[in-house]
């Protein structure tokens, strides 16, 4: 397919004897020289080229090279013909019907390369920041009126927003906003859910909790806009030990939701590399398990107290993370040994124990109340542990993962390695991974 080009400022320099301009591209805002060649003299192929079918480049400037039609033609005009002679690569951002020979990677050392580096890290920076505009405009909005939407993936995660790739959320100001994205989403089985005041402080407060990165408002419409989360979001309320296990909870999310497209292919592939980051991340956790004294069984109750296995005390040491709101539960080295609780599933007559580990302690209240001791543990800690239990489930309350021994000894496998990226192969459709 020809790549289209338009050109925003009227022809500003022109030459006979070269037969070029200085514009300004539209697609991209670069600077650039643009050359019609109907001869084949000059940039064409001797023979092909002609006034039906002429030979077109487009070369990118500089600032500095692109303002010398104002203040040094002459100079221009050499400039002009050695690039057309030497066809630098790293200039061409368009052509058709042009020769292949002389190619050279660059006639100024990179200062083209650079200038458009800086060029477009400026107005990336800028689109950024326009777009963050729009969105804390709308959310405030939103909020002033105490209304909005946003999509969730059914099936998948309960009323959990959708995170996409880029770790954001879609959010809607407007309810028909929300229905025009999920009519045009083929991919994933989507539904609109509603907010309320409390609703939407909630939802922004759990962005940090799900370790959701950004927010998209009004996707697809022209006014929509897109902000960072710590660009706008307060933490409030939420406690330290929520954010403890931010990434592997964005990724369970993730893995979970992507197990739900509707292609079944995609579906694996994209859950296969979800899972490979979560084998990654998972392990460098401090998680929190409900536990008992030895003689305790039975008739356990909170203490108000929190019992730190040594690797977790020694994984805390090293990592220091901010656990705000701990400093009401004093650490305790206990005075008995400590046993972990089990949860217990009956399926087709078979009783099943599992290992509860949880990512926060309103996760584990979820599930025990008061029933039951605080214990922060390491993943060590759970590879010593889990082969006791038929299986280990994370959250059981909450968006809840089950891992079974086969799991646990996948992200044993994994956890050092590179990352690896699933990808399907055009040849024959099978898988493949890639590493990174």
Known sequence: MKKQIKLTLKRVYF???????????ENTGLLVMEVVDTTGDIIGIPGQT???TPSKLLLGLTREEFDMKDTNPELLDSFAAMLMTALPKDRVIFETGVRLEPREETIDDGDYAKWQKEEFEKRRKAAIAARAAKAKKLIGEMLECGEGWYISTKGACGKIPTIDGSGAVQIFTKEEYAKNVIEKASEVDLEIRHMDKNGINTFFADLFKYGILGVKVDLLQEHS?????????????????????SKTHSLMIRYLQAKRLCDETKAKLSSATLWNMFCKEFPKGLYFVPMCLEGEEGNV??????YFTERAAKLMRETKPA???????KSAA????MKFVALKNST????RSFFPIFTDIVELKAVFANRAKLCMIAYEDIRENYGK???????????????TAAGMENIEKEKDGPVKVYKQKEDDGSEESQKE
């Open 301 to 306: 109750t909170d203490s108000g107290e929190i």
């Open 15 to 25: 030459s006979d004897a070269l037969g070029y301009h200085l514009a300004v591209e």
């Open 348 to 351: 087709a007559g078979e009783e």
């Open 334 to 337: 206990g005075g008995g040994r």
């Open 225 to 245: 806009g897109e902000v960072a989360r710590d660009d706008f979001a307060k933490l409030g309320d939420i406690k330290g030990y929520q954010l403890l296990n």
């Open 323 to 329: 656990i705000v709101g701990l400093d009401k539960y």
């Open 389 to 403: 239990f038929f299986g280990v489930v994370v959250n059981p309350a909450g968006v809840n993962l089950t891992i």
């Open 50 to 52: 002609s006034a039906e």
